[in-house]
């Protein structure tokens, strides 16, 4: 049937997002990269809605949806964090080879592989979300498209906000390998988050989920990409402070 397609369509649209994400990261066009990522997160937002409006849910959206999120917001994130602490290091960033060269010779520096520990967490968070009956009106650990947009906000800042110590902090690869931890940690930790998904309109049951949006819409309109990092610290606080 037609109509039970619809979501798994728009889960694939994330997919060819997130995978496009992924070819401009390698290039180090990450600004690129991040544009196809809130691409894909927005796809994500609405394959579920349409999932749940259409009255189609399944198994196989479920899968597949981990799959895609695995690319858009597990691998693309991990490579951007690869690069940056490639340039945190000054070294030249995945440059190809000639052919003919050494097959055994790594053109990248081995700290750079840190940043991969944002795929490997993230992919373990996805799995464990797949079979975990917990996580169906909130979630346990931070969820990877916020991840992502933690992750991501750190090239959109440097580029965006000129400012020395905007470049000091995040080009230090201490302050990378460190957050890298850090969302592994987060991504699997055994904490409570609200989800943004309104059952129904009521100040009464919704009054955080308002106050977030509106704290996130002005953070963005007075502090432009400099607020994402905090939109993603606040949206843990506030979910510590509310229990759904």
Known sequence: MLKKQIPN??????????????????????LMAAFFVA?????????????RSLNVQSELGLQLDSLADM???????GIVMFQLLCQAVGADV????AWGASSFELNFPLIAIFGLLVTLGSAYRLAKFNIDDRQTSSFIGLPTPANAILIFSLPLILHFHE???????????YFLIGLSVLSCIL???????????????????NWYRYV?????VI?????????????IIGYILLSLMVRE
């Open 39 to 51: 691409l894909g997160i927005f796809f994500d937002f609405f394959d579920g809605l349409a999932a």
């Open 187 to 205: 991504l699997n930790a055994e904490v409570s988050l609200f989800a943004l998904k309104f059952k129904n309109f009521s100040l009464k049951d």
């Open 71 to 77: 690319v858009t917001s597990g691998l693309a994130p």
């Open 219 to 231: 953070g963005l309109i007075i502090f432009h990409f400099l607020a994402l990092p905090f939109i």
């Open 212 to 216: 977030f949006l509106a704290l996130s």
């Open 94 to 97: 995945l440059q190809p080879k």
């Open 9 to 30: 369509f728009i889960t694939l649209l994330n997919l060819l997002s997130g995978s496009i994400a992924v070819i401009l990261a390698l290039q180090n066009q990450l």
């Open 163 to 173: 400012s020395e110590w905007a470049v000091k902090i995040i080009l230090n690869p």
